[in-house]
């Protein structure tokens, strides 16, 4: 799964949803290949003096939409980038691939909660199968 017994980082963020932190979104995980993975929050533990923890459930972005986000979103490398931007700024073939991989995403295959502000994660693989809500 990943190096460094189950940590990450995000090292490019695309979000689509924002709530005391990101809520969606697409995120290039450096997991040894530099998948791309749509997460969506699973699950948040309220704080109410501090930004809310969340777990995010993750789903691999299929290889050939992968390329077509790492075109569009890769060379964002350490900012994320807050969805849809500008009207113009974002080419319709990513916009094509955002709205169809959120709409359909595959099951989770790892769940991971954010622990530093620079992007590390750690992540523990998903034995269970399940869906994201629709």
């Known amino acids: 799964m990943t190096s460094d ?10 979000i689509f949803d924002w709530q005391d932190g990101p809520r969606e979104g697409f995120a290039r995980l ?3 290949h530099g998948a791309w993975w749509y997460f969506r929050t699973l699950a948040t533990r309220f704080d109410p003096d501090d930004i809310d923890q969340c777990l995010y459930a993750f789903s691999e972005v299929p290889a050939d939409d992968a390329l077509v986000l790492e075109d569009e ?3 964002a490398e350490g900012r994320p980038i807050i969805w ?4 113009g700024e974002v080419s319709e073939g990513a ?4 709205e169809r991989v959120a709409a ?8 991971g909660r954010v622990v ?3 992007g590390c994660c ?3 693989q998903v034995y269970t199968s399940f869906g994201f809500p629709r």
């Open 5 to 14: 017994q189950g940590r990450s980082v995000m090292k490019a963020v695309a």
């Open 30 to 32: 450096e997991t040894g």
């Open 73 to 75: 979103f890769g060379a």
């Open 84 to 87: 849809p931007g500008d009207p």
């Open 95 to 98: 916009t094509e691939v955002v």
């Open 104 to 111: 359909d995403a595959p099951p989770p295959s790892l769940v």
């Open 116 to 118: 530093s502000s620079t």
């Open 122 to 124: 750690e992540l523990w």
